[in-house]
């Protein structure tokens, strides 16, 4: 069986075996799979544009006539060269092909087929790790030592440096999907441009995905006590695709928030003051449900609460494909346990 793991798959990636032309990605981290795809690619021909060099098929279509794998495989470019097919896997199989070009000698050619989630039961995953001219790379979403290595390598590339309290909040706020972490790096690079260090007031002022206001209500619904809202807002948000990671960073930033709003609170400030002045600047469309989560949680709760957020982050990233379960069952815990007050 050829899986490869760890340190294996860095090596494989950074010289790929031609003996192994035929590379599956797959896995819940749809960014980091298109990464490794458009590297793979990139040094498999002379010219990613050119239709002759880079073929691109769909799994689907191939389902119906995998042989269509196998003709484009042993095809020889008209004017030479190296050449590489792109396959976007579906639901539907065409292992078939995979176990026909298996047994042939590919000369020149790498293939590389992209997929989501796969059991070990599925087809396509099986035909791949069987086979010994190809291998199978799992793509999961990236843990602590991935995005560290990441925001290291983004920063250093614009000369820049990150604060520890920045790193921590940042680090937080990434994963789930590799392109959409790069994304918000390279944005949080250009607005630091020339300042030499990233702050934590950077972080916060660009990295906003996880407060997009479609969160909102889910974040809301959990510290208002809203398990009914909690969950029809979260399930909106998993048809639609959100990484379920993302929830919950943007309720350890609200528990965060919550918890310094709490303190001066207890001080003698007005909650009216703090939702004009305190960060992030509270939309007039939300203050009824941020009032309520600050009647509802004392700052020593909101400590245990911002301690709960962070396991569930944790053990997201260890079981990922159970990030969704993790996510609803942490937000309707925090939803039940605001109706105690207190």
């Known amino acids: 069986m050829v899986a490869?793991?760890?340190?294996?798959?860095?090596?494989?990636?950074?010289?790929?075996?031609?003996?192994?032309?035929?590379?599956?990605?797959?896995?819940?981290?749809?960014?980091?799979?298109?990464?490794?795809?458009?590297a793979l690619l990139a040094s498999a021909v002379d010219d990613p544009n050119d239709p002759f060099s880079l073929?691109?098929?769909?799994?689907?279509?191939?389902s119906a006539e995998p042989s269509r794998l196998v003709d484009e495989a042993m095809t020889v470019p008209l004017f030479g060269g190296r050449r590489a097919i792109r396959v976007r896997a579906g639901s539907r199989s065409f292992a078939?092909?995979?176990?026909?070009?298996?047994?042939?000698?590919?000369?020149?050619?790498?293939i590389v087929i992209e997929a989501g989630e796969l059991r070990p039961e599925s087809p396509?995953?099986?035909?791949?790790?069987?086979?010994?001219?190809?291998?199978?790379?799992?793509?999961?979403?990236?843990?602590?030592?991935?995005?560290?290595?990441?925001?290291?390598?983004?920063?250093?590339?614009?000369?820049?440096?990150?604060?520890?309290?920045?790193?921590?909040?940042?680090?937080?706020?990434?994963?789930?999907?590799?392109?959409a972490s790069r994304n918000e790096l390279r944005k949080l690079a250009l607005y630091a441009h020339g300042k030499g260090e990233v702050s934590i007031e950077d972080v916060m002022?660009?990295?906003?995905?996880?407060?997009?206001?479609?969160?909102?209500?889910?974040?809301?619904?959990?510290?208002?006590?809203?398990?009914?809202?909690?969950?029809?807002?979260f399930a909106k948000a998993m048809i639609a695709g959100t990484y379920p990671g993302v929830i919950i960073s943007a309720a350890q930033r609200q528990a965060a928030w919550l918890h310094k709003s709490a303190l001066a609170v207890a001080e003698g400030t007005p909650v009216s003051t703090l939702l004009e002045s305190g960060y992030p600047r509270v939309h007039f469309s939300r203050k009824g449900a941020v009032e309520a989560a600050l009647r509802n949680f004392s700052a020593a709760r909101l400590v245990a609460i911002i301690e709960q957020l962070a396991t569930a982050a944790l053990d997201m990233r260890k079981q990922a494909s159970l990030a969704s379960a993790i996510a609803q069952r942490t937000l309707l815990s925090i939803a039940a346990n605001a109706?105690?007050?207190g």
């Open 205 to 233: 002022a660009v990295v906003a995905d996880a407060s997009e206001l479609k969160l909102d209500p889910i974040v809301d619904g959990a510290f208002a006590g809203r398990p009914d809202l909690v969950e029809s807002e």
């Open 55 to 62: 073929v691109r098929l769909d799994g689907d279509e191939l």
């Open 96 to 110: 078939g092909g995979i176990d026909t070009l298996a047994e042939m000698p590919l000369k020149d050619c790498r």
């Open 4 to 38: 490869l793991r760890g340190k294996e798959i860095d090596a494989f990636l950074a010289r790929p075996d031609s003996g192994r032309p035929i590379i599956l990605l797959y896995g819940p981290d749809a960014g980091l799979v298109r990464e490794r795809a458009d």
């Open 339 to 341: 109706k105690r007050r």
């Open 124 to 179: 396509l995953r099986k035909a791949c790790e069987r086979a010994k001219t190809a291998v199978a790379i799992a793509c999961y979403p990236d843990g602590e030592r991935d995005l560290a290595r990441l925001i290291d390598e983004e920063f250093r590339s614009s000369n820049l440096r990150i604060a520890s309290d920045a790193r921590a909040v940042l680090t937080a706020l990434l994963g789930g999907d590799r392109q």
